[in-house]
T-cell receptor, first 114, second 117 residues
Framework: GNSVTQMEGPVTLSEEAFLTINCTYTATGYPSLFWYVQYPGEGLQLLLKATKADDKGSNKGFEATYRKETTSFHLEKGSVQVSDSAVYFCALIDPGNYGQNFVFGPGTRLSVLP | DADVTQTPRNRITKTGKRIMLECSQTKGHDRMYWYRQDPGLGLRLIYYSFDVKDINKGEISDGYSVSRQAQAKFSLSLESAIPNQTALYFC????????????????FGPGTRLLVL
């Protein structure tokens, strides 16, 4: 079946540090890939997405590139801020898997210190 | 106003009690979902509904039931709550729209934190 694996957290960085959160996936079809972010006390919200190989999703300074050859979708940001502290979820949707479309990774907690 | 709302936001109950969590949305989406979130396990799908007449079990439906009262409302019930149902519960909606499933995005409510004693 489909699955998403993320690097284990928590990740603690100083402000302005470079961020990478690794994500790899297993899918039988041709999935779309997503990063969702969950700020404290809130629900998940879409951060960025990519729908085909070599696509790059970007938003709020975050980027991730859909790498089919390595089945990866790593999240990066060049300079994190305290306000980026949150839990980040990698996810996929497999259009060929009716009903069980969305699969989420376990989440990676990021803490950014001033 | 929030597009996806959940009530209550927090609930404490005792083992064996029946409780209902409610979800309402104003996004006009046909598809609605219930997930639970546990530390280190991410989100796991409990039930989903692709329209008012369509209800499907997710990966962890045992001990739960749902009701889709209208396009905008999707309720989750715990018939007899047990302590290992203590978790954070999220409702979500989605709509593939004209772009199709490949572009589908889920929209989440703020969550209900449930504690079963």
């Amino acid at each position: 079946g489909n699955s998403v694996t993320q690097m284990e957290g928590p990740v603690t960085l100083s402000e302005e540090a470079f961020l990478t959160i690794n994500c790899t996936y297993t899918a039988t079809g041709y999935p779309s890939l997503f990063w969702y972010v969950q700020y404290p006390g809130e629900g998940l919200q879409l951060l960025l997405k990519a729908t085909k190989a070599d696509d790059k999703g970007s938003n709020k300074g975050f980027e991730a590139t859909y790498r089919k050859e390595t089945t990866s979708f790593h999240l990066e940001k060049g300079s994190v801020q305290v306000s980026d502290s949150a839990v980040y979820f990698c996810a996929l949707i497999d259009p060929g898997n009716y009903g069980q479309n969305f699969v989420f990774g376990p989440g990676t907690r990021l803490s950014v210190l001033p | 106003d929030a597009d996806v709302t959940q009530t209550p936001r927090n609930r404490i109950t005792k083992t064996g009690k029946r409780i209902m969590l409610e979800c309402s949305q104003t996004k006009g989406h046909d598809r609605m979902y219930w997930y639970r979130q546990d530390p280190g396990l991410g989100l796991r799908l409990i039930y989903y509904s692709f329209d008012v007449k369509d209800i499907n079990k997710g990966e962890i439906s045992d001990g739960y039931s749902v009701s889709r009262q209208a396009q905008a409302k999707f309720s989750l019930s715990l018939e007899s709550a047990i302590p290992n149902q203590t978790a954070l519960y999220f409702c979500a909606t989605s709509d593939p729209g004209l772009a199709g499933v490949q572009q589908e995005t889920q929209y989440f409510g703020p969550g209900t934190r449930l504690l079963v004693l």
